[in-house]
């Protein structure tokens, strides 16, 4: 089994910063890919930021230049530092590992996601 622990969500002032964590833990075999997804509720999730195994990153153009993706390999764990926070950038945040495990196909896997609170 794969699992993903997000951590780093709270709560902030506009303008603060927080920085999100996700660990990957079990059969994980090869990491094609991770991101982070954003749910507010009653819509779709959508894609903030994600990061290839080579290190290339995608952001949404909203949160461009004020967030930040990165990969920690040997650990298996994936960061989101975000900057410049907005009261609309306050929700659920959500993990997101693309990969083969040892013992299956190329699936999707899903933290349980993390609460990120902007206000003053």
């Known amino acids: 089994q794969v699992q993903l622990v997000e951590s780093g969500g709270g709560l902030v002032q506009p303008g603060g910063s927080l920085r999100l964590s996700c660990a990957v833990s079990?059969?994980?075999?090869?990491?094609?890919?991770m991101g982070w997804y954003r749910q507010a509720p009653g819509k779709e999730r959508d894609l903030v930021a994600a990061i290839t195994g080579g290190g290339s990153t995608d952001y949404a153009d909203s949160v461009k230049g004020r967030f930040t993706i990165s990969r920690e390999n040997a650990k298996n764990t994936m960061y989101l530092q975000m900057n410049s926070l907005k009261p609309e950038d306050a929700t659920v945040y959500y993990c997101?590992?693309?990969?083969?495990?040892?013992?299956?196909?190329?699936?999707?896997?899903w933290g349980r996601g993390t609460q990120v609170t902007v206000s003053s």
């Open positions: 997101n590992a693309r990969l083969i495990p040892y013992s299956g196909l190329l699936n999707d896997y």
């Open positions: 079990g059969s994980i075999g090869s990491i094609i890919s």
